[in-house]
């Protein structure tokens, strides 16, 4: 007959390896969710209002962005790099100049979800960027 105290360290054991087990799941990859056009819908954070903001991600690691502050304003368009480390989207503009910050990806039911710090911007996945924005900058 097993010792009490035997039985509890096999089942400490058997406790600590799902632990182990469940900690070490794998990070989704999202690199094959993350092409295509989507809008952006609400902003936490700094904005007290939502910018407007489309954004075309091409699947060969570049990006496309028109941004439009306000109603009085036109859409600017940024041009760029992005990758994709786990789950961590970071990116350089055309320029080399870096993106502010990396952000923690999560793409559930064609919605995008950027997090970074206390930020979180919400996009859902659009057919295309329409033209009339594509063009209206220049």
């Given at each position: ?62 990006f496309v962005i028109?941004?439009r502050l306000d ?68």
């Amino acid at each position: 007959m097993m010792k009490f105290s035997n039985i509890l360290r096999y089942l400490m054991a058997a406790v600590i390896s799902a632990i182990v087990f469940c900690a070490c799941e794998k990070e989704k990859d999202y690199r094959n969710d993350l092409p295509g056009a989507w809008e952006l819908v609400s902003v936490s954070g700094q904005y007290g209002q939502t910018p407007q903001v489309y954004l075309d991600i091409v699947g060969d690691g570049k990006f496309v962005i028109f941004q439009r502050l306000d109603e009085n304003s036109s859409y600017v368009r940024y041009d760029g790099s992005w990758t994709l480390t786990g789950n961590r989207l970071s990116g350089n503009y055309t320029d080399g100049t870096p993106w502010a910050a990396a952000y923690t990806v999560e793409v559930t039911d064609g919605m995008l979800t950027l997090t970074s710090g206390s930020e979180e911007s919400i996009y859902k996945r659009i057919s295309s960027i329409p033209d009339s924005i594509q063009i209206s900058n220049f």
